[in-house]
């Protein structure tokens, strides 16, 4: 498949798409499946790269893996699990983070496991530490291999008592993977309690794990010895649902995204509304719509749940670049998450970052010089222009700009959206886009 797309901007998006399975549950759902000594079932899995990258891994461990990808299922049998070498391992998983996921699982079933040495980030300090804090807190050993990382539990792994700096997705995830089947009680405090880690309880509860969250973000769980498969169907993609809200927002369209859960996404709907977008819950769905008249500006920050997602933030600033007066946005999760902005800016758009906390509140990030806070002024009308995407949201984010303008763009580099938003190509085609 090519991997730059011409558009011809300027038209409102309209009509209707279908959303599936959220791409930051399905994945570790599936590695959920390696904990599970009978065959795991998952339902509602959207065909992006992601599901590829994991499938692949499970694979490398033995598990006997089918994938349906017009039904959106996967099933997972577990019987003959065995280990794989760092080197398989960071062929088939590229960036990805999710071998770190897998640690728990394999110390469980196979007593090692392996993270493969990817090159800068993965092994630098930060981006597992937290991780690697945790693991070895529940008694894995890390040692240094020429390829990466081994990890073994020569003593098993016991409960353990914990509290997150803060409160990261992966973390919590990694420590209800490894607890469920740890000796003991583990206790976390300042969890992450994100939808897609609710799920992923749901999904542990029914494989026998014994879960329990308190409204304080403190996690509960009672380590048990054996776990079985599950049967679970995903929930909605609450992050490509946002997405295609606001392209609706941005085009002045409106679009029927069939799969679309309003219980996920109320913070999200709440900041759409008060931009000046509207939106109808309907059977199944949610309708986004621009209902006409000027959009307004806004202040908000994103935050981790119930807060502003930082994967909603984006897209939407594409559509605050057609609201009237001075939006600011103050990015509290990732420091450096307005790349973006340039093309936006080459565009036509008036984007300016800074170093400062904009908005009520400071964060990690203020006096550590990173450009994580914008003031969008709008409404400008932006114009076509040849674009590079950077990364996930950032690259849909462009796409929507190229919607949005006048004139044609030409898009290049859009491989990477394929990681996380199901044919969207197809997609954008049944909406009325025009798009080479
Ligand atoms: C998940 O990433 C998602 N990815 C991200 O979505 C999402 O933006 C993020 O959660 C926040 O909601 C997946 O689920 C695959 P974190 P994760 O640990 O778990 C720092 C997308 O586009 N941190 O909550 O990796 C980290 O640098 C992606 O779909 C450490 O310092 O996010 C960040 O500043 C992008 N050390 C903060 O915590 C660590 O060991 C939050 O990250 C781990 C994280």
């Not at 819950?281 to 935050?303: C, K, M, N, W």
């Not at 450009?371 to 996930?392: F, M, N, Y």
Request: with cysteine.
């Amino acid at each position: 498949m090519s991997d730059s797309i011409r558009i011809h901007g300027g038209k409102p998006l309209e009509g209707e798409i279908s959303v599936r399975g959220a791409k930051n549950f399905v994945s570790k759902a599936m590695v959920a499946a390696l904990l599970g000594s009978t065959p795991s079932m998952l339902r509602n899995v959207p065909d992006i790269r992601d599901v590829g990258v994991v499938s692949g891994l499970l694979r490398l461990h033995g598990v006997d893996l089918e994938y349906d990808v017009e039904a959106g299922t996967v099933s997972m049998d577990t019987t003959s699990l065995n280990p794989a070498e760092a080197i398989d391992i960071a062929a088939h998983a590229g960036s990805s983070r999710i071998p770190i996921l897998l640690c728990g699982p394999l110390l469980h079933r196979l007593g090692e496991a392996v993270i493969p040495d990817l090159g800068g980030c993965l092994i630098g300090d930060r981006p597992i530490d937290f991780h690697l804090e945790i693991l070895k807190k529940f008694g894995a050993t890390v040692e240094e291999s020429g390829d990466g990382l081994h990890l073994t539990a020569p003593h098993g792994l016991k409960g353990i008592r914990h509290e997150l700096s803060y409160p990261s997705v992966g973390a919590t995830e990694q420590l209800l993977l490894t607890a469920v089947m740890a000796e003991g009680i583990t206790l976390l405090e300042n969890a992450a309690v994100e939808p897609e880690i609710k799920d992923l309880i749901d999904t542990l509860q029914k494989m026998g794990a014994i879960i329990s969250v308190d409204t304080d973000r403190t996690i509960q769980i009672e380590g048990v010895k054996e776990m079985r498969g599950y049967d679970h169907t995903a929930l909605c993609d609450r992050i490509e649902v946002a997405s295609w809200a606001s392209a609706a927002l941005a085009t002045k369209g409106n679009i029927l995204v069939h799969g679309a859960q309003q219980r996920s996404m109320g913070t999200f709907l709440n900041v759409f509304r008060k931009v000046g977008g509207e939106f109808d819950v309907v059977e199944g769905g949610i309708r986004f719509y621009h209902p006409g008249g000027e959009l307004h500006s806004i202040a908000l920050q994103t935050d981790v749940h119930p807060g502003f997602m930082t994967d909603w933030q984006q897209p939407l600033v594409v559509a605050l670049t057609q609201a009237t007066g001075l939006s600011i946005v103050h990015e509290t999760v990732y420091e450096q998450r307005f790349g973006f902005t340039k093309a936006l800016n080459a565009m036509g758009a008036q984007v300016q970052l800074f170093n400062e906390c904009l908005g009520d509140r400071t964060c990690r990030f203020g006096q550590r010089n990173f450009k994580h806070s914008a003031v969008i002024s709008g409404p400008t009308p932006l114009t076509g222009a040849d674009i590079v995407v950077p990364d996930l949201r950032g690259g849909f984010s462009h796409l929507i700009a190229a919607l949005a303008a006048t004139g044609t763009s030409n898009v290049s580099g859009i491989g990477i959206i394929d990681r996380g938003y199901e044919n969207f190509r197809a997609k954008l085609v049944a909406l009325g886009a025009s798009i080479e």
